[in-house]
């Protein structure tokens, strides 16, 4: 059974950076792609970034701020996040695909104060 365990949000101010992690039960060097989502309240959950193929892809709202990477030794893929902003705030998902399977991490609450 996968499992993804993520860690590293929190609250921070206007400016500031986070790096949440995602920790899988085994080889995440079996997951194509993986990446992160969030969820705000009252919306809908969107992609953020994503690394297929070791090509990363980030969402207009976050390009030239977050980053993606993964750690094929430590099971890891991160997100580094910095000068957030307020709009950032959410539940950020991380998520990883293995054949026709998507599995999902609980979530971790990222809040960004003005």
């Known amino acids: 059974q996968v499992q993804l365990v993520e860690s590293g949000g929190g609250l921070v101010q206007a400016g500031g950076s986070l790096r949440p992690s995602c920790a899988a039960s085994?080889?995440?060097?079996?997951?194509?792609?993986m990446g992160w989502y969030r969820q705000a309240p009252g919306k809908q959950r969107e992609l953020v970034a994503a690394?297929?193929?070791?090509?990363?892809n980030y969402a207009d709202s976050v390009k030239g701020r977050f980053t993606i990477s993964r750690d094929n030794g430590k099971n890891t893929v991160y997100l580094q996040m910095n000068s957030l902003k307020p709009e950032d705030t959410a539940v950020y998902y991380c998520?990883?695909?293995?054949?026709?399977?998507?599995?999902w991490g609980q979530g971790t609450q990222v809040t960004v104060s003005s």
């Open positions: 998520y990883a695909d293995r054949r026709a399977n998507r599995y």
């Open positions: 085994n080889g995440i060097f079996t997951f194509n792609p």
């Open positions: 690394v297929t193929s070791g090509i990363t």
